[in-house]
């Protein structure tokens, strides 16, 4: 079950009334990075966790990315506070409430018009959130790894929110909320860990021949090398031969087909061959005025020399 208490997490102390930055905090409310996908990312893990740990972490940390949500939502309610009010009431001239919405900038006239102020779960463009933000797949070893890099997305939105805020208390509030993003990811990082082994996710081993090796597929000015590909934690390979058909056969492709799918895949091959001989005209060519040969031809002039 779910409670709620009326206190918030982190008290909300805003200054003032602030449409446009309201909009760039919905980032944090209802963008990929915010605390919506934060909350249903873990919870929908903890459901499926039989690890009491992880479960008990994941649904703690879920439970806290709501209080987050409540927060920064209520950042933004506060933020769009003014403007909703006057809007609803009416209670400025009409030439004055347009140049307050449009004033306020970046879509904020969206979220006064259509939501009223209130905090919506779109992103800071007005992005719809949607559940595809989330990827969990099941498995604690690549779960627990995209949740780390998940806190450390939203660290990073929550930094530069931060910088473009000169509101005390807002910005005190979204220092807390980046440092438990922070917090978290210590914990994930801990419990990634507590798996032995976690590497490579999941049961099977990699093909120890493909493992350690790094292929130099890039080549030219700027090949580089570092912990990434040196030796001896990898084999470089730079040699095109060595790179093309790894397994030692031809590198081709092939597939047994049953005697039907043969001579269907021969009819379609048949009905779909190109005459290398052909030389067809065009509707774009007709448009022109132009036969193919035309066309060649004056493909190949070169330009006009400038005078
Ligand atoms: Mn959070
Ligand atoms: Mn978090």
Excluded at 45 to 56: H, I, M, S, T
Excluded at 57 to 72: F, G, K, N, P, R
Excluded at 218 to 223: I, K, L, Y
């Amino acid at each position: 079950m779910f409670a709620h208490n009326k206190r918030l997490q982190y008290t909300v102390r805003v200054n003032e009334c602030n449409p446009a930055l309201a909009n760039l905090m919905l980032e944090q409310f209802g963008g990929p990075q915010g605390e919506l996908a934060a909350a249903c990312r873990y919870f929908t893990q903890a459901l499926a966790e039989d690890d009491p740990g992880r479960k008990d972490m994941l649904m703690d940390i879920a439970t806290e990315e709501l209080s987050h949500l409540e927060v920064i939502g209520t950042i933004i309610a506060m933020l769009n506070k003014g403007a909703k009010g006057q809007l609803a009431e009416a209670t400025a001239s009409e030439a004055e409430l347009f140049r307050s919405l449009q004033g306020a900038g970046n879509d904020s006239h969206v979220t006064q018009l259509l939501y009223g102020g209130g905090p919506a779960l779109v992103n800071s463009g007005g992005q719809l959130w949607n559940a595809g933000y989330i990827d969990s797949i099941g498995e604690p070893t690549a779960d627990l790894r995209s949740n780390i890099a998940a806190e450390a997305r939203a660290k990073i939105i929550y930094e530069r929110l931060i910088n473009v805020t000169d509101d005390p208390g807002v910005k005190e509030a979204l220092g807390f909320l980046m440092t438990r993003e922070v917090a978290h990811q210590k914990s994930f990082e801990k419990a990634l860990y507590s798996i032995s082994p976690n590497f490579p996710p999941g049961k099977l081993p990699g093909k120890p021949e493909f493992a350690s090796v790094y292929f130099n597929m890039s080549q030219g000015e700027g090949d580089m090398r570092g912990p990434w590909n040196n030796e001896p934690a990898f084999a470089y390979v730079s040699d095109r031969e060595q790179q093309m058909a790894v397994d030692g056969g031809g590198g081709g492709a092939s597939v047994q087909l049953s005697a039907v799918e043969e001579q269907a895949c021969e009819q379609m091959k048949l009905r779909s061959a190109s005459d290398p001989l052909s030389e067809p005209v065009t509707g774009a060519e007709l448009g022109a005025g132009l036969t193919p040969v035309d066309a060649a031809t004056a493909a190949m002039t070169p330009p006009a020399a400038p005078n």
